[in-house]
Each structure stands twice: as C-alpha cells, then as structure tokens.
Nanobody, 123 residues
C-alpha cells in the first residue's frame, strides 16, 4: 500500500504561480512513475503531467505545456508540480497518483491516489 499526501493548493489570481507537492510512502519510490491529474467542477478527471521513475522523461497535457513543470526528488519521496501563468480554467482539484511501472498518462493506468488539493484561480 502506498500513502500519498498532496499539499500546496490555494487561491491565486490569474497570472500567478503555485507549487504543489506530493509525498508518497514506500521504500521503492524511485521505481514509481508519478502523475498529476486534475478535475474541474462538473468535469472528468484529466491528465496534467507525469514523470518517469528517474526523471528521464516527462509528459504534459497540451493545456499546461509551457506553463507547468513536474519534477521529483527521490531522496525525499516527493514529486512537485510548479504551475506558472495560471488561468481561471486551471481551477480544479489536483490529484497526485502513483503508477507501479513506467510512465503512462491514463487515469486508469495509476494504482494509488491522493486525496486531492484544491487550486482556485480568480480572474
């Protein structure tokens, strides 16, 4: 079982920045691919960004490419999502997820999920 705790959400004005953090348990954190997903009001949960086990590969949804950066610190069992130039349409609950395998971008590809953290971007 992998425990996941997200933090760093909040309220920010359009154009602002936030950094989300995700701490995951497990002695084999460096073997997990990690992903960030988001679910806006009345919408399905969608992929935002993912990073491979040793940070050699990252992948972004077109809607966040160039504005969001995913990174990880395996020594701290933590993955980050730096979000810049935020827009009101980025408003969502952001979820961190663990995949016990190589990088994938589908919601169903991930094995463990955090409880989510709310990000609200005001116009």
């Amino acid at each position: 079982q992998v425990q996941i705790v997200e933090s760093g959400g909040g309220l920010v004005q359009a154009g602002g920045s936030l950094r989300l953090s995700c701490a995951a348990s497990g002695r084999t954190f460096s073997s997990y691919a990690m992903g960030w997903f988001r679910q806006g009001p009345g919408k399905e949960r969608d992929f935002a960004a993912a990073i491979s086990e040793i940070s050699s590969s990252t992948y972004y949804a077109d809607s966040v490419k160039g504005r969001f950066t995913i990174s990880r610190d395996n020594a701290k069992n933590t993955v980050y999502l730096q979000m810049n130039s935020l827009k009101p349409e980025d408003t969502a609950v952001y979820y961190c997820a663990v995949r016990l395998g190589t990088l994938r971008v589908g919601v169903r590809d991930y094995d463990y999920w955090g409880q989510g953290t709310q990000v609200t971007v005001s116009s």
